[in-house]
C-alpha cells in the first residue's frame, strides 16, 4: 500500500503541541505519510516558559528539502518561517516539487507571546507564498497583517480581510476567528474566491488550545492530498481541530496542547457550515 507523502516546512516546538510535531501527529492520524524539512527550533525558558527560536542553517535546510522533494510529495504545508531568506527557500521548494496542494499557515506569532516573529517576514510571504496557496490559514491577527486592514474585530471585517488576501494570490482563504472572535461559537470564515461561509463549532472555555492552528491546517493539507475537495479538506479539519481543543490537556503550569488524536477516539463536536 503507498501512503499519500505530505511535508512539512516548519519549525519544531520542543513542547510538541505546535509545530511540526503537531503537523507529523496530524498527517498520521489522517493517514498521510508525514515528512519534516525543519526550519527552527523553539525551546521554553523552564522558568516563565518565555520561547526562544533559533533557526537552523540555511543549507541545511536546503538540504533536508532536496532529501524529501527527491521522494516526489504529494502535498505541501508551511509553518514557522522565521526570516525572509527561510520563506524564499520554502517557496522555491514548493515551486521544484510540482504539486499544487500548498497549505500556508502563516505564523506570525507563537499564542501567549506578544512579540511578532519578524515583522518583515510579511512583505515576503504576500510576494512569495500567497501565490501559491492553495489554501492560506491566518489566525485574526495574521490576517490583518497580511490584508493590510489591521486585526479584524467581526465577520464584515474578517469578509475584507479574506478578499484581500484572495486577490494577493491565495486560491482559498479560512481567516480563524477561533477564541480570540467575540462570538459565543468558535468561528472561522472560508473564502474561494465566488462565496463565503462561516464554520462554526461549540467555543471551549479552555486555555488548552495549544497547536491548534498548526493542526487545523496540517489536517487540511493530508485531507487535500487524501483527494478530499478544499470545503471537504476544511469542515474535516475543523472538526478534527474542535475534538483536539475540547480534550486539551495541561503538559505543564504553563501550556495546554490540544490532543491531537481526538477525533477518531472521542468524535466530534459538531460543526455548522452557513453561507453568508
Ligand atoms: N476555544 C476554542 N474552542 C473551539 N475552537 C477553537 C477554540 N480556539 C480556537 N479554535 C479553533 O481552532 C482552530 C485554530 O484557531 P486558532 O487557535 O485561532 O489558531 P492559531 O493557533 O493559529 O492562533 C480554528 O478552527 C479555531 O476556530
Ligand atoms: C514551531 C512552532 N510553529 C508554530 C507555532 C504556532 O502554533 P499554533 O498552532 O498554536 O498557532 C508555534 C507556537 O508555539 C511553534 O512553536
Ligand atoms: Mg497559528
Redesign the pocket.
Known amino acids: 500500500m503507498t501512503l499519500k507523502k505530505t511535508l512539512t516546512i516548519a519549525g519544531s516546538d520542543t513542547s510538541a503541541g ?1 509545530g511540526m510535531q503537531a503537523d507529523l501527529k496530524a498527517f498520521q492520524e489522517h493517514g498521510t505519510y508525514g515528512m519534516v524539512a525543519l526550519t527552527v527550533v523553539v525551546t521554553m525558558d523552564p522558568n516563565g516558559w518565555h520561547h526562544q527560536v533559533t533557526p537552523l542553517p540555511t543549507d541545511l535546510l536546503q538540504k533536508q528539502i532536496n532529501t524529501a522533494l527527491s521522494t516526489k510529495v504529494d502535498a505541501i504545508k508551511t509553518g514557522m518561517l522565521s526570516t525572509e531568506e527561510i520563506i524564499k527557500i520554502a517557496s522555491d521548494a514548493i515551486q521544484k516539487s510540482g504539486t499544487n496542494i500548498v497549505v500556508i ?1 502563516p ?1 506570525m506569532v507563537c ?1 501567549g507571546e506578544d512579540e511578532v516573529l519578524n515583522p518583515g517576514n510579511t512583505t515576503a510571504m504576500i510576494e512569495y507564498l500567497l501565490p501559491h496557496a492553495t489554501v492560506v ?1 491566518p ?2 491577527f ?1 490576517a490583518g497583517q497580511l490584508a493590510g486592514t489591521g486585526t479584524p474585530k467581526t465577520i464584515e471585517e474578517m469578509k475584507v480581510a479574506a478578499a484581500k488576501i484572495h486577490e494577493l494570490g491565495a486560491k482559498n482563504v479560512v481567516i ?5 472572535l467575540a462570538s459565543d461559537k ?3 470564515l472560508f473564502y474561494n474566491g465566488t462565496s463565503y461561509k462561516l ?1 462554526a ?6 486555555t488548552h ?1 495549544h ?6 491546517a496540517a489536517s487540511v493539507c493530508a485531507n487535500l492530498a487524501n483527494g478530499l475537495s478544499v470545503e471537504e479538506s476544511i469542515i474535516e ?2 472538526e478534527f ?2 475534538a483536539a ?2 480534550h486539551g490537556w495541561a503538559l505543564n503550569e504553563y501550556v495546554g496542547p490540544v490532543m491531537h488524536g481526538a477525533k477518531p477516539r472521542f468524535g466530534a463536536p459538531e460543526v455548522t457550515i452557513t453561507e453568508i
Not at 480563524?176 to 480570540?180: F, T, Y
Not at 463549532?201 to 479552555?206: H, Y
Open positions: 505546535a499557515d505564523v499564542k490559514t489566525n485574526l495574521e480563524k476567528g477561533g477564541k480570540a468558535a468561528v472561522d464554520l463549532s461549540e467555543k471551549v472555555a479552555s488550545n497547536g491548534a492552528g498548526c493542526t487545523f479539519a475543523k481541530v474542535s481543543i475540547a
